[in-house]
């Protein structure tokens, strides 16, 4: 099991920015797809962002040049960055990763616990 922690979660207001942070021991973050996921209550786990093993990136439309997925391959670290947030981006922030390089929708090997996202009006 690759344990994947998720860091960088808070309270901000709509306009606002953060960053959040995914990191897993064991793993190389440059070789296989990545990606992050959000939950809110009562909703389902929707997918926000991806990058497979060769660098290709997809975004969800309702997030999309407004958040950036980005890895740090010396510190084997995976970002999220998201600008111009909104109050319907108040979620729990999972990060996902996979042991194959390819993306394969919401299947992925590992699972972080998750960091709660609050964006106020």
């Known amino acids: 099991r690759v344990p994947v922690v998720e860091s960088g979660g808070g309270s901000v207001q709509a306009g606002g920015s953060l960053t959040l942070s995914c990191a897993a021991s064991?793993?190389?973050?440059?070789?296989?797809?990545m990606g992050w996921f959000r939950q809110a209550p009562g909703k389902e786990r929707e997918g926000v962002a991806r990058m497979d093993g060769v660098g290709r990136t997809t975004y969800a439309d309702s997030v999309k040049d407004r958040f950036t997925i980005s890895t740090d391959n010396a510190k084997n670290t995976l970002y999220l960055q998201m600008n111009n947030l909104k109050p319907e981006d108040t979620a729990m922030y999972y990060c996902?990763?996979?042991?194959?390089?390819?993306?394969?929708?919401?299947?992925?090997?590992?699972w972080g616990q998750g960091t709660q996202v609050t964006v106020s009006s």
């Open positions: 064991g793993y190389t973050f440059n070789n296989n797809c």
């Open positions: 996902a990763a996979d042991g194959n390089w390819y993306c394969r929708g919401m299947l992925y090997d590992y």
